[in-house]
């Protein structure tokens, strides 16, 4: 769902806010999942998933509403090392 959320803004990253899943039956062999963009703001966007099995069955079902944000940095140095705090 994420990946259908940013389909329409790939320079944006983006957080879930909600996520609501429904599992219907076990799932058996390969699975394949589907993910679907219902509607977007500015800001945000409405998604729902699905994952079917080897049978074409349903198994899951899923509805999620994420926000857009700013991409954060990728590579070398795009992280910082941990603040520690001393006990002595």
Do not use: W, Y
Not at 42 to 54: K, L, Q, R
Not at 73 to 79: D, E, M
Request: with cysteine.
């Amino acid at each position: 769902m994420a990946h259908a959320a940013r389909s329409v803004e790939a320079d944006m990253g983006c957080v879930t806010i909600e996520m609501k899943t429904s599992f219907m039956r076990a799932a058996k062999g390969p699975l394949t999942a589907k993910g679907k963009l219902l509607h977007r703001t500015a800001t945000m966007a409405f998604t729902e998933g699905s994952i079917f099995d080897a049978a074409g069955k349903l198994c899951a079902h899923a509805t999620g509403t994420f926000k857009f944000v700013a991409r954060l940095p990728v590579g070398p140095g795009s992280t910082q090392a941990f603040n520690r705090i001393s006990t002595d």
